[in-house]
């Protein structure tokens, strides 16, 4: 064990501060070892002040350098700072060598430990040896971090002096890094790294495709709904035409029932004057051959004009069916009419709903397409992020899938029947002009 500073124990209450912040379970288990006096120093300034030995618990300058590296986006500060705590330390050391003790987590994290926890006991000022607690290892940062540090450390020979330096003045210091492991490891989780990113622009391309498989169902739809709007204002101009037809019919059959009218009156007339010329020929004797010549010529006009009156009521009661079968087909119509306008609400918001589930996986395309352009130390993020996305898109696949099961239920629905009827009834009636019945 290598020692580089006064063994002097002192009475005062010993100081524990951790220079790299390995955890607070870490700190507090040190502190309870070394008995309930212990303190806990937030930092260095002013705790040599005083009295007490003080103990400084720090990573090997490796590890502490490629965690500064991995923590903070500036490396150049990143470096930096860390030196200059480094520097602030050795100053310490170098002031206060007989109450400062530098010990290695790595070191107190050895099954074989107990060794170094009586050296400590003792420069804490304890009489007899303390139970060694049970430390927890130090999270080892990224082995491509470990390459950078180490070759930061080496690339300064003050710097490597000044490791040397608090080298020195450490109990038990942790042996040197195996470089080329340590290479290997790095470039290991580089090549990680880059398959990962590689799997995930193949899954954005799979994606992408999908996409536009989707782009291609809307349009489609789209055109669907176009269509339904041309057969809804189709249906609507017949139904306008069986209105005019209806309202011709009605005027015809107005007419016709006037004429009938004046038919009758017309009838009543004859009837009395034949009653008159009866009487007239009765009284005057029916030996006149031209009185009989006028009763036959009468009775021929008056048959003639009772068949006329037959066929009239023959022509009314024919007119009177057709009037009812065109109300019974406007009211068709209108029901169909009404079932037309329902289906086109249903389109229009299918058609909305599907612009939304568009818009917001457009949004989530692109968020993701930003994502994976950032470096490989967020590749971990960004996929996260494209499992939410494969999540949405899912999710708008399903959406896609119950609006085109509804689609489906809307055609094989009894107004979309009916709407085909319609459909039929316009070729049906459109060669006929404008004046035709039925």
């Not at 989780?189 to 391309?205: G, I, P």
């Not at 038919?263 to 007339?269: E, K, P, T, W």
């Not at 109300?327 to 169909?336: E, F, G, Q, S």
């Not at 971990?380 to 399903?398: F, G, K, N, T, Y």
Request: proline share 4%; with cysteine.
């Amino acid at each position: 064990m290598k020692r580089t500073r006064s063994d002097t124990p002192t009475s005062a209450q010993p100081a524990v501060f951790f220079l790299d912040t390995p955890g607070r379970a870490t700190l507090t288990r040190i502190c309870d070892a070394l008995g309930p006096g212990t303190r806990q120093a937030p930092s260095l300034d002013g705790l040599l002040d005083g009295d007490g030995p003080v103990l400084v618990v720090t990573l090997n300058p490796l590890d502490s350098l490629a965690l500064a590296l991995g923590e903070h986006q500036d490396t150049a500060q990143a470096y930096q700072n860390w030196l200059a705590t480094r520097r602030d330390l050795a100053a310490h050391l170098r002031k206060a060598r007989r109450r400062l003790t530098l010990i290695d987590l790595s070191s107190l994290t050895q099954p074989d430990a107990t060794a170094l926890w009586s050296e400590i006991a003792r420069r804490c000022g304890h009489d007899g040896p303390v139970a060694a607690p049970a430390i927890d290892p130090p999270a080892l940062p990224d082995a491509i971090y470990r390459v950078a540090a180490q070759a930061l450390l080496q690339s300064d020979e003050t710097v490597t002096a000044l490791i040397e330096e608090l080298s020195a003045g450490t109990l038990a210091p942790a042996a040197p890094t195996d470089t080329l492991n340590t290479v290997i490891s790095a470039l290991t989780q580089r090549r990680a790294l880059e398959a990962q990113f590689r799997h995930l622009q193949a899954t954005v391309a799979q994606q992408t495709e999908a996409d536009r498989h989707i782009r291609d169902s809307h349009d489609h739809a789209r055109s669907e709904i176009g269509q339904l709007k041309k057969d809804s204002a189709g249906q609507r101009a017949a139904l306008e035409k069986a209105r005019e037809a209806q309202r011709q019919s009605a005027a015809d059959l107005d007419g016709k029932t006037r004429a009938l009218g004046d038919a009758l009156a017309q009838s009543d007339l004859l009837t009395q004057q034949l009653v008159q010329l009866e009487t007239a020929l009765v009284q005057a004797s029916r030996d006149t051959d031209q009185a009989r010549a006028k009763v036959t010529a009468l009775e021929k006009a008056l048959t003639q004009h009772r068949k006329e009156l037959a066929q009239h009521a023959e022509q009314d009661q024919q007119m009177e069916a057709d009037a009812a079968r065109h109300r019974a087909r406007i009211a068709t119509l209108t029901d169909r009419l009404a079932d037309r306008l329902m289906l086109k609400a249903t389109n229009e918001a299918l058609e909305r709903a599907l612009t939304e589930a568009h818009d917001s996986e457009r949004r989530k395309i692109a968020l993701l397409s930003a994502q994976l352009l950032a470096d490989s130390a967020t590749a971990q993020a960004s996929a996260d992020a494209l499992a939410a996305a494969q999540a949405e898109r899912d999710r708008l696949r399903l959406q896609r899938r119950e609006l085109s099961d509804e689609l489906t239920r809307v055609y094989g629905s009894a107004s979309w029947r009916v709407t085909g009827l319609a459909r039929a009834a316009r070729h049906h009636l459109g060669p006929k002009s404008p004046g035709a019945k039925g």
